[in-house]
């Protein structure tokens, strides 16, 4: 009956008269007569059973909803009374009581300890906002609970001596990264100290094993072993298992957070770029593919692994500044494979070149697809060679001939030189370019004597024996069919070679392990007064051998060529910035020029001044008259 009335009195009267409701004029007396006069007893006495229960007693969770649910209501739907008169001084306290909690924390606890108590913390006064307090009140509490636990003491908690950031990294201590991350990204740029110290630490790791692996290396030199390459491939090993490492920390405990991503790459770009042993990661790395490649490598996987191993090689080239200086060395090393048929599976060299190709782009590897290519023609050329030869028996040179076609574009440079060949072998290199020009008249063929292989039988007291030897040995040998003893100087004017040369050559028959020939004097070296006469007593268990002939270091020349082709390619960015831009200031131009040739190579200054200065020269460009430091284009 009363509620009826009041209703009434809510619906009609005071509706007429444009009266306040009841209901409002209810809050009103409470508040004026009841809330001001208790609100501080009442806020003091809330916030002392948080604290109780912080501290892990039990309360009565649903009078503390009720309580501060009335100062929601006395706001008459608008938060004042909540948030001035219990919410400022709430967080006041929250700040006040883990301000004394994190100092006596930092003190005793180890990191991991005390980011265990801090997520608990943080956890607990989410739930108490699900319990009592206001939906609005959570995201201001967690602010203040993490600015006093972990903004006031993060550089102090990470450098922790033995438990500290690089410590979790050194100890593999996974759940506990993930924690530091979960904990520190809900804090404004609360991540760039953890990844400060994960880039230096990741840094470390690396030079760390750029210095073993020298140490290795000089190790291995003094001792005078013969494994050379093997600590150099070790260290890539190493490198590609630390990169696995550290990349699923970056996926797995700092959830792929682009901070750590550019950490993991400025760390490998520091001591990937570093040398070991007086080689470049470039050639490490080039190198290391080649023994994953080439038949009877040291590296001994399965398909599947040599195909991951190689899709980690191409991420870990990412880091390389000289990305050229691998090609170069990547294409020697292939030419090698692909002439010498050493190459272990087709497929995987098409594949290593398909993903080169996804993080270099197509130009990267242009002219090794172009090998590949190269080598399937000239597989169909000699089929068709043998076909001729059939056809036509009075041109057979009387000896087995297998020629391998190249585009000069494709492939290294060789050095060539005007061997006179030996007459046996004449009659060949006659017969193929007379096949070769009823296919085409418009090609010209060089001939690369030093790529070239030869089995000759020689015929030795004991037995015949089949010798494997390079066309400029076979070449040797063939002048003692005539039972003759020769000259230094005999041999050297008949081959028509250099004096290096032929020092390699007999020094390969007469001194090394397979004694074909006779030197006199009997000595280790070759000199320009020497005699050598055929060795006829000579024997081996083999039925077949192969004379190895010394390697030149072709290391040089490849640094040589990059260079070169470097110089070009720093002339042609220089005149297309310019073609575009017309006139522009020394600084801006350098900067470009490095922009432009930063994916596949860092740019000397000095170099591009001195590459300025010749095209220049060569009036492509002119100096402002007024600012030399200006520079126009010459259409």
């Known amino acids: 009956m009363v509620i009826s009335f009041f209703n009434y009195l809510d619906l009609y009267f005071i509706a007429r008269r444009s009266l306040p409701a009841l209901n409002e004029v209810g809050l009103v007396c409470f508040r004026d007569l009841v809330y001001q006069e208790m609100k501080h007893n009442v806020k003091d006495a ?28 006395i706001g008459m739907g608008a938060m004042d009374a909540y948030e001035n008169d219990f919410e400022f001084f709430m967080l006041g306290d929250t700040a006040a009581y883990y301000s004394r909690k994190a100092a006596l924390w930092i003190e005793e606890d180890s990191c991991p300890d005390y980011m265990l108590k801090a997520e608990e913390c943080l956890k607990r006064e989410k739930e108490r906002v699900g319990h009592y307090l206001h939906a609005s009140s959570e995201q201001k509490l967690l602010e203040k609970v993490q600015q006093e636990l972990l903004s006031q003491y993060e550089q102090q908690l990470l450098d922790k001596e033995h438990s500290g950031c690089h410590a979790l990294l050194r100890d593999d201590k996974v759940e506990d990264l993930s924690r530091m991350h979960r904990l520190f990204y809900r804090i404004p740029k609360g991540l760039d100290p953890v990844a400060a110290i994960f880039r230096k630490h990741v840094t470390d790791e690396g030079t760390a094993l750029v210095k073993q692996a020298e140490d290795a290396a000089s190790n291995k030199k003094a001792e005078k072993k013969d494994t050379v390459g093997m600590p150099e491939q070790a260290f890539v090993r190493k490198v590609i298992e630390l990169h696995d490492k550290y990349l699923q920390y970056v996926g797995e405990c700092f959830v792929n957070h682009t901070l750590f991503h550019k950490a993991l790459k400025e760390a490998f770009e520091v001591f990937c770029n570093k040398g070991v042993a007086g080689s470049t990661s470039a050639e490490l790395l080039a190198t290391f593919c080649d023994n994953l490649l080439k038949k009877g490598g040291s590296e001994k996987l399965s398909d599947e692994a040599i195909e991951d191993t190689l899709e980690k090689v191409v991420k870990l080239l990412a880091y390389v500044s000289d990305k050229d200086l691998f090609a170069e060395f990547y294409r020697k090393k292939l030419a090698r494979r692909l002439l010498f048929d050493k190459s272990a599976n087709d497929d995987h060299e098409r594949s290593i070149l398909t993903k080169l190709k996804q993080q270099c782009g197509g130009q990267f590897t242009s002219k090794m697809e172009g090998m590949v290519t190269d080598l ?26 297998t020629v391998t076609v190249l585009t000069t574009g494709f492939w290294p440079s060789y050095k060539s030189s005007d061997l006179a060949l030996p007459v046996e072998m004449v009659k060949c290199v006659e017969t193929f370019r007379e096949f070769y020009q009823t296919k085409t008249k418009h090609r010209k063929l060089t001939w ?53 040369d032929i020092v390699r050559l007999l020094h390969s028959l007469s001194c090394a392990k397979h004694k074909i020939l006779n030197k006199d004097p009997n000595t280790k070296t070759v000199g320009p007064n020497d005699f050598f006469e055929f060795n006829d007593k000579f024997t081996d268990k083999m039925r077949r051998i192969k004379i190895p002939l010394p390697p030149m270091d072709e290391k040089k020349k490849v640094i040589e060529d990059v260079d070169k082709d470097r110089r070009y390619a ?34 000397d200054f000095k170099v591009i001044k001195k590459r300025i200065e010749d ?13 030399p430091n200006m520079f126009r284009y010459l259409a």
Do not use: W
Not at 384 to 394: G, R
Not at 463 to 490: C, G
Not at 616 to 621: D, K, N, Q, S
């Open 46 to 73: 809330v916030i002392a059973l948080i604290d109780r229960e912080r501290e892990g007693e039990q309360i009565d969770r649903a009078l503390l909803k009720n309580v501060l649910g009335i100062f929601v209501e």
């Open 376 to 401: 399937t023609l000239a597989r169909e050329n000699q089929t068709s060679f043998e076909e001729y030869l059939n056809e036509n028996p009075q041109s057979h040179p009387g000896i087995d001939l």
């Open 448 to 500: 690369i004597y030093s790529l070239g292989t030869c089995h000759i039988t020689g015929k030795f007291e004991a037995k015949p024996i089949e010798l494997i030897v390079t066309t400029y040995q076979a070449a040797v040998l063939l002048l003692f069919n005539a039972p003759e003893r020769l000259s230094y100087s005999d041999i050297k004017g008949q081959l028509n070679l250099t004096d290096e």
């Open 570 to 603: 720093i002339d042609a960015s220089i005149v297309r910035i310019m073609k575009s831009r017309k006139v522009l200031q020394h600084q801006q131009l350098v900067s470009e020029c490095v922009e432009q040739l930063g994916r596949m190579f860092k740019p």
């Open 615 to 627: 095209l220049i020269a060569r009036e492509y460009l002119e100096r402002d008259k007024d600012n």
